[in-house]
């Protein structure tokens, strides 16, 4: 049941190979395939900054009644943050969207992340 909402939604966003991969417990969609989702949902997205410092970010992604957060916090290794990147306000703007466009569309509740969301889900 659950494969078959999964494949019906990846067939209606017309996710290919590239788009989708698989993570040890999880499906994860990649950057690409979360902007095919947002472009052929048409969803706009509002980003409201809740606090930004050199190394942590924390940003607000809002569309319609639905919001959720992002965050990032620069480390020097993955036990001290969830970043290396020094682009903290972009991974924090980059994870609240990428929830956003999973939850809005259905994905999230089956268990399908973003590969932004963490850098655990990074393809291999």
Known sequence: ???????ALYA???LEKEDVFKHQHYLIITRSGIEKIQGREKIDINFDVIKCEPNFCVVKATSGALQTFGSAIKGATFKDGNTNSWYVMEMAEKRALSRLVLKLTGFYELGVFGEDESEDFKRG
Do not use: V
Request: aromatic share 10%.
């Open 12 to 14: 209606k966003y017309e």
């Open 1 to 7: 049941m659950k494969r078959d909402k999964i494949a």
